[in-house]
């Protein structure tokens, strides 16, 4: 695998913001996805990262560090529909360019 | 219309039955993916195939099998289903360039009983 790490559940209340961390061991770098899955849902595509820096999409940003193998998502003023699952995943050389998926950050929005 | 369709939605079924997850796509994307979605295991590839007569093993293809039957139609097949194939199926389709995103089907809720 591409060893793609990241927490389990967060919570957050609503209007606040929330970091999700994603750090990922691998081969031939070539691309970041960020995806949300609501319960018993199909992903959805957030966000896309393959050179360093900061991409932002309205109340989503996402942050990738290539030399540390790290990204992040941030959720600003969140609402009770961004509660779901946010998964990473990384796209390799080493994988056959196939994309290898994190467990996923459970985020439960609260009042 | 969902670009990417997956039926059936929910399926319930004995021991060592065979089974067919279908999945049919109309985004004219050569790859397609099978994945199973277990809590805390996040997705695993079973199967891939990046054109009709491609295709692919992925990290748990055991007791798994595919058809590549059209561009738009990737079959996943369990030939003697166990209730350890109990899980959330995923159908997946990707376009060529390495920028693209997957696209996801609405899943088969799958349980061997």
């Known amino acids: 695998g591409q060893n793609i790490d990241q927490p389990t559940e967060m919570t957050a209340t609503e209007g606040a913001i929330v970091q999700i961390n994603c750090t990922y061991q691998?081969?031939?770098?070539?691309?970041l996805f960020w995806y949300q899955q609501h319960a018993g849902e199909a992903p959805t595509f957030l966000s896309y990262?393959?050179?360093?820096g900061l991409e932002e999409k309205g109340r989503f940003s996402s942050f990738l560090s290539r030399s540390k193998g790290y990204s992040y998502l941030l959720l600003k003023e969140l609402q009770m529909k961004d509660s779901a699952s946010y998964l990473c995943?990384?796209?390799?050389?080493?994988?056959?360019?196939?994309?290898?998926f994190g467990a996923g950050t459970t985020v439960t929005v609260r009042a | 219309d969902a670009d990417v369709t997956q039926t059936p939605r929910n399926r319930i079924t004995k021991t060592g039955k065979r089974i067919m997850l279908e999945c049919s796509q109309t985004?004219?994307?050569?790859?397609m993916y099978w994945y199973r979605q277990d809590p805390g295991l996040g997705l695993r590839l079973i199967y891939y195939?990046?054109?009709?007569?491609?295709?692919n093993k992925g990290e748990i293809s055991d007791g798994y099998s595919v058809s590549r039957q059209a561009q738009a139609k990737f079959s996943l097949s369990l030939e003697s289903a166990i209730p350890n194939q109990t899980a959330l199926y995923f159908c997946?389709?990707?376009?060529?360039?390495?920028?693209?995103?997957?696209?996801f089907g609405d899943g088969t809720r799958l349980s061997i009983l």
């Open positions: 995943a990384v796209r390799a050389l080493s994988n056959d360019y196939k994309l290898s």
């Open positions: 997946a389709t990707e376009g060529g360039n390495s920028n693209q995103p997957q696209h």
């Open positions: 691998t081969s031939g770098f070539n691309g």
């Open positions: 195939s990046f054109d009709v007569k491609d295709i």
């Open positions: 985004k004219g994307h050569d790859r």
């Open positions: 990262n393959v050179l360093d």
